[in-house]
């Protein structure tokens, strides 16, 4: 009786455009493709997969581009956004602008995320609603266009030659472009390459054909086992008649593994070999090698922790993705400021608040934690303030975690507790030395009077 009912049919063409396809001889559908031809080739359709695979739409490759993503994201956000200003009055507006608009928080957050998912940011200012009794001068976002949802625009530049002179933002609908008459706006160019301000490809969109192959191996795992990873009896007989006798008896009795057998043949259990699951395992890391030095997440942490040798240490692993991620950050702080300034500038024109004048002398910085790092940045900074190479605003901005403007009022406050407990000190010492001073006059009077 034949086991397979399908004919197996493999076509191949020489000279390296190699296309195999391999039909399953049980069911004679596709267990898997080639999975040599890129499918998503321009930004547009990279994007479009991008998000399907993030929010786990597609057929392939969810999991892995949603978890680089999301890495990504953290450490380019790091341990959020840092100003240092010299004026206290400009540090308390900014803390609190930022505050107001959660840049220290969630959409900080999503800010750098939907930076990672399309290239590209277009960040809007506008006076919207009321905070504290006075116009709130907002911050949103306008996300590019999935597929699903956001807006399709593109960017119209003075000088085409110099990404940052950016006009106008056009909305592109049914081959007409038609200006968006944005005000008080910032693009954020975070993906792409010098040739064209609106193609904008991230490092995710240059990975997603090895997301997939890595998806497919682990798939053809999955089916090679459901199929072929049985373990299965043998029996060696030493004659045709002891086979046939075997045979009839094995049908008659419906036998199966985990009955007792009895007899002269020599059984064996047999499993398949391992061979697939090894070309399978070094298609994975192969792939996982490529996404890891493209996207700058390191292969330890997309779950091939084997792969970490002796030498690899926790901080090298940091480094590999602070590394990765400098550009971006260094990106993102320039266009804070300038957002910053948008909203000084928007609140001194209409008179919200009590800023009075656009204060441009503060600095932005977008620290990340690494505590081995940080540890002999305090050593450097402590040997460098104490030379007094550096300020205690510097020293305070380079340090991850720490909010200059809250720590320098939590410093003054201390400050002055200091002084307000060593003020009350010494007023009490100086009423006990003055009652100890009356105690000893009049005692010397009373003794005195005595001698007299």
Do not use: C
């Not at 396809?21 to 479009?48: D, K, M, P």
């Not at 160019?189 to 191996?217: C, K, M, P, W």
Request: proline share 2%; charged share 25%.
């Amino acid at each position: 009786m034949a086991i397979f009912k399908r004919k197996k049919k493999i076509q191949a063409t020489e000279a390296g455009n190699q296309q195999v396809t391999l039909e399953s001889l049980l069911f004679g559908t596709i267990l898997t493709g080639a999975g040599t031809e890129r499918t998503f080739r321009n930004y547009s359709a990279q994007l479009v997969e991008t998000y399907r695979k993030y929010e786990g739409r597609a057929q392939l490759g969810n999991p892995q581009t949603r978890a680089l993503i999301d890495i990504r994201t953290a450490f380019i956000a790091g341990e959020g956004i840092s100003v240092q200003a010299r004026n206290p009055d400009t540090a308390k507006w900014i803390n609190r602008f930022l505050n107001d608009n959660k840049l220290k928080g969630s959409k900080w957050i999503n800010l750098v995320k939907g930076g990672e998912l399309s290239g590209k940011q277009l960040i809007v200012l506008d006076i919207i609603g009321r905070l504290n009794n006075d116009p709130k001068v907002t911050v949103f976002r306008i996300p590019f266009f999935n597929g699903k949802t956001g807006i399709n625009f593109e960017i119209d530049l003075l000088n085409r030659f110099d990404f940052d002179t950016v006009r106008d933002v056009l909305r592109v609908s049914e081959g007409n472009k038609l200006s968006m008459n944005l005000s008080n706006f910032k693009f954020v160019r975070l993906g792409g390459s010098d040739a064209d301000v609106n193609e904008t490809t991230t490092r995710i969109g240059l990975v997603l054909h090895e997301l997939e192959s890595y998806d497919r191996a682990l798939n053809g795992m999955r089916q090679n086992n459901h199929l072929f990873n049985k373990i299965f009896p043998t029996f060696l007989t030493k004659s045709k008649t002891e086979t046939n006798e075997l045979s009839s008896w094995i049908d008659r009795l419906k036998w199966k593994i985990g009955t007792v057998f009895i007899g002269t043949a020599d059984m064996q259990f047999k499993a398949p070999p391992m061979t697939t699951h090894e070309n399978y395992k070094s298609e994975m890391l192969a792939v996982s090698k490529v996404i890891s030095a493209t996207t700058g997440v390191p292969i330890h942490w997309t779950g091939w922790v084997d792969e970490m040798s002796n030498r690899s240490t926790a901080e090298e692993l940091y480094e590999v993705i602070n590394n990765a991620t400098t550009m971006e950050r260094l990106i993102w702080s320039e266009a804070i400021k300038d957002i910053i300034l948008m909203a000084m500038q928007l609140s001194v024109d209409n008179g919200i608040g009590d800023l009075r004048v656009v204060d441009e002398d503060f600095d932005v910085k977008i620290p990340v934690v690494n505590f081995s790092k940080m540890l002999n940045y305090v050593k450097a900074l402590s040997l460098a303030f104490g030379d007094e190479v550096i300020s205690r605003k510097d020293y305070q901005n380079a340090l991850p975690g720490i909010d200059p403007y809250e720590t320098q009022k939590n410093i003054e406050q201390e400050q002055k507790e200091k002084v307000e407990m060593f003020t009350a000190e010494v007023e009490d010492e100086d009423e006990e030395n003055s009652e100890h001073e009356d105690d000893e006059g009049s005692e010397h009077n009373t003794s005195h009077k005595k001698n007299e």
